[in-house]
């Protein structure tokens, strides 16, 4: 059983300016590493058993190194465990990475 969710925040890149975001007042560009982002998954791999993690933004999407970061998740995380929450902006460039790597955990923002 899953006890906790760790949010990711990759970017606080966004194709959108809702009011009610978190991030609406900060769009500074910011985005997390794809190298740190690994190797903080490598040092906290028995935290992380219990946890779901949450792709979020920004617009994931929109972070460059999002492929990168799907194939790790892929690879290193059990399924159950990986969930996207995207706006739906890049959904046609990443369908395919998107569906093999979060399966139906995608939360649509709107």
Known sequence: MLRFTHRFIFTENCDKSCPHCFNADTRAGRQLDADR?????????????????????????????????????????????????????????YKLVIKHTFGPRVMFND
């Open 37 to 93: 982002f690994i190797s903080w998954m490598r040092l906290n791999k028995d935290f992380l058993k219990d946890c779901r993690l949450k792709i979020m933004g920004g617009e994931p999407t929109l972070h460059p190194d999002f492929v990168e970061i799907c194939y790790y998740l892929k690879k290193k995380v059990p399924p159950f465990q990986r969930f996207l929450q995207t706006t739906g902006y890049k959904w046609h460039d």
